[in-house]
């Protein structure tokens, strides 16, 4: 399963294949058309209450993604979100994007793990 992960920042390559933002608010800074989206997936990201209390703090990694995982199987979307990546990887890559600066502890790279067991 060729899932990547990518801050939105990063200029966006080819080899990134279909590209997903799965940030609930849009990034500062940058434009819809400098992202090269092919979707935007808000409904899949985390709740706001969840995005406000983990505040991008790593010692509350853990504790975030198993709130995070818990949030994406209770969610309606999931599914549809699920299916939809399947999808796009029989076309090639798919591209998660974020907006964090940390690249090792976000939603995305929960997200990645999430779909890998899929």
């Not at 500062?28 to 989206?37: C, N, P, T």
């Not at 709130?67 to 076309?91: C, H, I, M, S």
């Not at 890559?93 to 090792?104: N, S």
Request: charged share 35%; hydrophobic share 35%.
């Amino acid at each position: 399963m060729d899932v990547r992960i990518k801050r939105v920042y990063e200029a966006p390559e080819e080899s990134d294949g279909f590209r997903i933002l799965t940030d609930r608010l849009w990034p500062r800074g940058i434009s819809k058309v400098k992202a090269e989206l092919g979707v935007w997936e808000k409904a899949i990201a985390p709740s706001p209450e969840l995005r406000k209390w983990f505040n991008h703090e790593p010692e509350k990694y853990e504790e975030f993604k198993e709130k995070y995982l818990a949030e994406l199987f209770a969610n309606e979307e999931t599914p549809r979100f699920v299916e939809l990546v399947k999808e796009k990887l029989t076309e090639g890559p798919v591209t998660l994007l974020f907006g964090a600066k940390d690249c090792e502890h976000n939603q995305a790279v929960v997200l990645s793990e999430f779909l890998r067991g899929k």
